[in-house]
């Protein structure tokens, strides 16, 4: 047995002689231990901070000492008088192993520590950015043997950091000379891990030691809307968030008519293009401010999106993406300098890394869901809906997952719908329909307060009610269903047939009134027969995409449902059956994922391996394309009533007992064509 | 023995047998035989052009029957009919080997053609351009099975060129999928190898088979001028020159007042770089114009430079440059996006190659002179200067190499010369000046005849006579020296002393008149004591710097002596080693390079593996800094006289009869400060 002290580290359990005076950062390292260090065991970083335990462990077999550590030191006092050493750490580059220790890693101390999803515990994220800082002390420049300041830097990235090649481009390079020399040699440099084979390279170096941080925008690219977190890539938290409206929208509310707007405008899709640009560096600098960080420490953006807005990011014409063959430019992830986007907000040299796509249809932030929700280590057989404008839709266990696309429009958004508008405080997002009095209940972002309960008028005096968002008019429709005031056709009855003066003639329909402030002033929000409609046309295409799926996978039925998308987390599950937005499946197995897409851009930011993995999961993907499924179109037919007429629904017949199909007969059926004709 | 028929190629004598049917090009391939195609073997680029012989040929033992080789086909004819194939040429591709046959592959079917330098000969280039152009086939889209455009043009370029992974830049995608369908799928791009590890990148596309060439910039960016090469890239050919003033100039004439200017001037070193830059542009433009091509079409540019316009370029400040330790930013080749640099007129995908540096005051220019003249190869010692506003020597052999730079200022290039001007017709490029009358007679740029023979008045009637060159005025100066005009402390004897009423005075000096036109209202050319001062400051420095590597290399004399530089071809050595720009050496040792840096320029533009080579080379050369040597000081006053004072010249002597050293008495010596005195 070694004489050597033993050092037990926890929690890895990793343990081992070393001689006595080892620093235990040196330790660490020797041992294979997650201890971090920026300023690599100089003391002035404080990354590598640990805690001794002393006293008797029996489990390890040793015996710590109160002296098993050396004493603490004048680096240790003055960093404590300095910053501040909570009681019990230590420095792991200082305090020395003199005799048995046991050691705790804290995890703010740890490089790959763990991000716990607060939404949802399915994947938690192992943080391993692309871009680092690192601490190095170089060379002095000697005319006898002359290198260049790069070179030296470079070689000390190597001989302190085990780095490899590093490149820079020439605006880091303008920076280099005065920044070593204002540091006195000592500088800490960020750098971006190269993708594939490619050199690192450096993004920005500061005198001395940073301690600025380095920062990254997960950015969910939308039809509709644009979401940023920008995350810390030391801690993985995400210290703030934003999201504004795409600006593109004035150039066509859905993809394909930005595709068409593209076609019929010479130069179009370089408008869409500078349009989108200009709304993500807002989108920077904002979301700067929020946090109050200078945006030059944002020194990567993740970009998930939909094919035709992966090519308008990228300034490629999406014109092909209009027609058959749905032909990709490009549909691998790519990797680039954000000055090649005039992305020029964040840190001039900042990179970007985009998901790869999966087919002309289902893009990236289809690949950002499977990254996110895995569906290919699924043991059940698992149908993820990401709804958005485009829905994506992966069905999928281990054996195998499929992928399409389904364009349901934006009504889901709260656009195209009457009174709808997006999700803001002031929106109606939770409605009730008593299904005897046929009063509605509802609840408005801002307060957790019911309409009929006390105190309502008062929490919402400052935002007012202004409308009805995404969630809400889902609810609406499903709760009126529900109540009887529509029938399985869409219809929403008269006064006469549903018994309620809620019921309003609307032209030569009908609508239902939820709230009416018009007298003073207000606004009158109302579910019209056009947005059922609206609602049936968007909830018929994700529908019939999912049965496709099931169809290529010769399946009935699935074990579970997802749902996913910006808004997915404030669905809700069984409305969303009885709508029959998805196939029926066991209540406590449809489950909501949050924004997923915006989850996987996430996940690739904090952590680079997630990348190649991404990358090899997509090639893995079958695609299954809608626009030429001619089976499609039957299922899109047959899921207009609702929830749907062809299929079984003896889930959800087990949690809701759905009123008479039809205000006609006792359950006789219409056509379309008939319900034309009377409306 | 095999019975498959024998193939012998010439000029390589690769041989080999091959299944009978086989065509030319698959065989050359089989057997590395250097044949070119573009179009991979598709019959469409006519690069793969070939001579059979018929009859018999005792020394390869083979006899060829005429129908060696398949029949004239369909392709060749159309081909012939659209283009002219010469008598007796086949095309590689179509020709199929039906019995033994001998091949010759003329020098322009061989993609790595030898480029015979005209000027000097001392090396040829082999091409191996950075980017070349590939003719592929790509699959058509599939939507059962999507890819993108860019997966499938990268399958086709591995498929049909075993090329590894490929990259575009978002302003190449943005071409990618309109030309892969107006060229039907069938489309050549232009590849760029990767430096280092790099992937080889996509520069541009162009639809079916581009057959506009390809083309590159090699550009000597001096203190003073800036000169361009425009090479094919195919054939290494020089398609145009074209040169012009570096526009700096007007920021300071030699580098440190550069230097000085961006000290004294907040953001003044952004202002130098974009002066460069722009005239890189014009120049750009203007070399185009000259050789009526797209300058889209230049595809790649390498630039030889000193370190302070190495800096200036990249938009690096010089500071740093500017005084002891004299560090580079970086001293390693660049690879980098034209774009970078703002060179915005050449291909807007074009890539930039900047040789090393060797030290802070020896730069890349130097490294591209050690590319072209080979001193490392070199079994005897030889010196190597390369003579501009700052002059790079370097010297040594097989054992090793020195390099050092020295300010010799911008006298050589005819600035600070009282008549002088840039090389330009009408100058006066060479002179001799008769011993016993004393007299003049001169040639002037643009005409072969001396201004004593019949004709030159109406050969120059258009140039007109303008002023002196950089050649010009060593040339007056030495043959001043050996007409006894000149003592060897450079004081210009009076009439009385000298004998010819063409001294006259200059102030409280003497100047020599050469040529007066001023009661025309011409020129009067004269060279004045002011010049000789300038032109003994920077031959002083010259040959400081040649007798510090000597001393650091503890020799005596050198084997040969190259001169080179923008003017260096137009340098007599007689006159330049008179004037004791040199060493002494035999005459017939002394040689003319031409523009070595720009050679090596072209050498490193044309052949990817010269660029590794110089970057190794550089690595092994021993810097010798000048500024900090107080032995250079020594040297630099000692080499003040005419030649020079403490070195013995047997070999010069043996040439030349120099008149008596001094004015003054019969060999007496005359300190600076006493000549000052007179003067």
Known sequence: MSSDPLVIFTPSGKRGHVPAGTPVLTAARQLGVDLDSVCGGRGICSKCQITPSFGSFPKHGVTVEQDALSD????????????????????????????????????????????????????????????????????????????????????????????????????????????LRKGKWQVTVALHKGHRDAAAQIIDIWPGLHEGGLYGLAIDLGSTTIAAHLTDLATGAVVASSGLMNPQIRFGEDLMSRVSYAMMNPGGEVEMTTAVREALNDLTRAIADDAAIDPALIVEAVFVCNPVMHHLLLGLDPVELGQAPFALATSEAMDLPARDL??????????????????????????????????????????????????????GDKRGVLACSSPTGP????????????????????????????????????????????????????????????????????????AGLLDDSGLIGSA????????????????????????????????????????????????????????????????????????????????????????????DKVTSAGNAAGTGARIALCNIGARAEIERVVRQITKVETAIEPKFQDHFVAANAIPHKTDPFPELAKVVDLPKPSFNSGGEEMTGRRRRRRA
Chains 1, 2 share one sequence.
Not at 467 to 481: F, L, N, Q, T
Request: aromatic share 4%.
């Open 496 to 587: 006469e047939q549903t018994g309620t003066a809620r019921s309003i003639p609307e032209g030569r329909t009908h609508a239902y009134l939820i709230y009416d402030a018009s007298a003073e002033g207000g606004p009158r929000i109302t579910v019209t027969q056009g947005d059922i409609r609206a609602i049936q046309l968007a909830k018929s295409a994700l529908y019939a995409g999912a049965r496709l799926l099931m169809d290529n996978m010769d399946v009935d039925r699935v074990d579970r449902v997802v749902l996913a998308g910006a808004f997915g987390a404030h669905i809700s599950t069984k409305h969303a059956m009885v709508l029959g937005m998805i196939p029926d499946a066991p209540l």
């Open 342 to 395: 005039d992305l020029t907000v964040m840190n001039p040299r900042a990179q970007v890394y985009v998901l790869p796509c999966i087919a002309g249809h289902v893009g990236a932030d289809a690949a950002a869901v499977a990254l996110s929700e895995e569906p290919g280590k699924s043991d059940d057989l698992v149908l993820i809906v990401d709804v958005g404008t485009n829905a994506e839709i992966l069905l």
């Open 411 to 482: 009504a889901f958004e709260g656009a195209q719908i009457s009174s709808g508008q997006r999700a803001a405080p002031g929106a109606i997002e939770r409605i009730e329909i008593d299904p005897i009095t046929k009063e509605p209940r509802f609840r408005v972002i801002g307060s957790s307060l019911w309409s009929n309960e006390d105190g309502f008028d008062a929490a919402i005096a400052t935002t007012g009610i202004t409308g009805i968002c995404g969630s809400g008019i889902i609810e609406a429709v499903a709760e009126m269903r529900m």
């Open 72 to 179: 603490w030191n004048a680096v240790e006092a003055r960093y404590d008088e300095k910053r501040g050493l909570a009681t019990g750490r230590r420095l792991g580059c200082q305090a020395k192993i003199m005799s048995d220790v046991v050691i705790d890693v804290p995890p703010e101390s740890q490089v790959h520590r763990q991000v716990v999803r607060k939404e949802a515990a399915q994947r938690d994220i192992t943080m391993d950015p692309a871009t680092r800082l690192y601490f190095v002390e170089v060379e002095e420049p000697d005319m006898h043997q002359p290198t260049g300041d790069l070179e030296r830097l470079s070689r000390a990235l190597s001989e302190q950091w085990q780095v490899g090649a590093v490149t820079a481009v020439p605006s880091l390079m303008t920076k280099l000379q005065p920044v």
